[in-house]
């Protein structure tokens, strides 16, 4: 724990050099005029602290400023009356901090023009609102008279309300219907600010983070529908890195890898290496280490397993997360995929099934503890209570890696560890739209009946091999994900006074334009060239 002290003399260094380099690409850096600008926002990465994403948007701003491009940032300055970072699940009425974030946005964005949006009170929208039901808040749509459109504002505000609150099934009370009516108000100010403002300033591009949180959302739906192009990004896998796309919510991780593209030597030893230390639980993700130990499988659960036929893990995901918007295709939610897969535990007692909760579930001194979790769900159904299953929680440091290397294949909804289990060897089965299902890593069938039916298959033969393609295909696309679409800003970053927040490093600010990862978002945002690093 650092003392207080400490930490506010920690910050105050990373204020300097935030303002030493503001000021300096100020100096140096002469802007086209004839060039439109780029504009930049990001109302959900941050409150008072600078975030990953907060930071690797500052810094994306910062690149395209040295490139000679004038930047704006479109900031709010209490343009939602509630905000998904400022949410309290516990007290839905409880205003946003409005003033710890304003304070954030002059410290920070110092480098180019703030636009700031401002209330977005609206007393015809909250009559309309004013009565409806969950399904009817879902559906919801409004009128915007500048496009001739109605805004989508309930799927628009609905994966951010389910952040928000930590769960996938929202409840149906005043408190939820609450939220998600101040969400919807809030979304329809920024398609008006947000409208009025790219009319205003005509940009080439505007570059928002993640794309799904509702505020981005909001503003991604006006720009396309302007003509405008799109660039998302969002925290990558290695730390300090970042994914940018274009055209697509980050979340969904698209990926144009060449069919010629094949690892060399050096390629397969660094790939290796990143594996050696993943397998030990040595990594981080935003800036938060998961495993604080990694523990193998003891003797008691080895003692179990021996009077099982074969061993089957089961990998859930945070059922709130954005990503789950896109994983939705064979099942309706991960929820509805383990009810379908109860009854298959069932009916085959010679297996043991090990279900393991993702470790960010439940992420110790944070709000970010799911309200509807893998846990609820196994205590609801009394899973524990069936002597071929074993249930292992988010808290609980057992090594993934070791229970794969004893199983006959692994059953993953849409997470990582799918990728990872193909590469040390095991044949996977997805039940979700992942990152690597459109490369022929693991095997995802059509749909539910087929998903089923080759579970069955699986079960009751004797050995399930390990298509030749896929370990092949995962080499392929891990290493392409790590090393060439992860942009690193570890050159530019270290870690804040707090888990997650980052400060700036000392560089000199010519690295804007130098530096490789400067180079590959410049084109990417100002010309429309792939993110991708080359080797």
């Keep these: 724990m650092i003392p207080p002290l400490t930490r506010r003399l920690y910050d105050l260094t990373g204020d300097y050099r935030l303002r030493k380099l503001s000021a300096a690409l100020t100096r140096h850096t002469r802007l086209d005029p004839e060039q439109p600008p780029v504009v930049f926002f990001n109302a959900s990465t941050r409150l008072g602290n600078l975030s990953q994403n907060a930071a690797f948007s500052l810094l ?76 009817e808040l879902e559906a919801f749509t409004y009128p915007f008279a500048p496009l001739r459109e109605a805004v989508p504002l309930g799927g628009l505000t609905l994966p951010g309300l389910r952040w928000a609150l930590r769960r996938h099934h929202l409840q149906d009370d005043e408190a939820t219907r609450f939220l998600w009516r101040e969400y919807i108000v809030s979304a329809y100010g920024i398609v008006r600010a947000f409208y009025d403002f790219l009319r205003r300033v005509e940009p080439q591009a505007a570059v928002l983070f993640n794309g799904v949180a509702f505020p981005e959302a909001s503003a991604r739906w006006v720009a396309q529908r302007l003509g405008i192009r799109v660039v998302t990004h969002e925290v990558s896998y290695l730390p300090f890195t970042a994914f940018f796309v274009a055209d697509a919510p980050a979340p969904t991780y698209p990926l144009h890898i060449p069919g010629d593209f094949q690892l060399d030597e050096a390629q397969n030893a ?115 209570d069936l002597p071929n299953v074993i249930f292992v929680g988010s808290r609980e440091y057992l090594s993934s890696y070791d229970l794969i290397r004893r199983s006959k294949f692994v059953l993953v909804y849409n997470s990582s560890i799918g990728l990872e289990a193909v590469l040390l060897g095991a044949p996977v089965l997805a039940a979700g739209a992942a990152r690597y299902t459109d490369y022929e890593v693991v095997h995802y069938p059509e749909d539910r009946g087929g998903y089923l039916r080759l579970l069955e298959r699986f079960l009751t033969a004797d050995k399930v091999p390990l298509p030749e393609a896929h370990p092949r295909n995962a080499r392929r696309f891990l290493y392409y994900q790590l090393f060439k679409a992860s942009l690193p800003f570890g050159d530019f970053l270290e870690p804040g006074s707090i888990p997650g927040a980052v400060r700036l490093k000392s560089f000199p600010w010519r690295q804007l334009r130098e530096h490789a990862t400067m180079r590959v978002l410049v084109d990417g945002i100002l010309h429309g060239k792939p993110f991708l690093l080359d080797d």
């Excluded at 009810?339 to 085959?348: G, K, Q, S, T």
């Design 270 to 384: 660094r790939l290796d290496a990143y594996l050696s230390q993943r397998f030990k639980g040595e990594f981080t993700m935003a800036g938060i280490r998961f495993w604080p130990e990694m523990q193998g499988l003891d003797e008691s659960f080895l003692r179990k397993a021996a009077g099982f036929r074969q061993i089957v893990p089961v990998f859930t995901n945070v059922i709130y997360d954005t990503s789950q918007v896109f994983a939705n295709t064979r099942f309706e939610h991960m929820f509805a995929w383990l009810d379908a897969l109860l009854p298959v535990m069932r009916a085959h007692p010679e297996t043991l099934f090990v279900i393991r909760a993702h470790p960010d579930e439940m992420r110790p001194g944070t709000r970010k503890q799911a309200r509807e979790h893998v846990r609820g769900w196994v205590e609801r159904n009394r899973v524990a």
């Design 60 to 135: 994306a701003s910062m690149a395209v400023q040295a490139a000679g491009v004038p930047v704006v940032h479109f900031a709010c300055t209490g343009g939602m009356t509630r905000c998904m970072l400022g949410t309290n699940p516990d007290d839905v009425h409880q205003p946003p901090p409005c003033a710890l974030c304003r304070r954030g946005t002059g410290r920070y964005l110092r480098n180019a023009p703030v636009v700031p949006f401002g209330e977005a009170e609206n007393p015809k929208l909250r009559a309309t609102l004013a009565g409806l039901d969950l399904s």
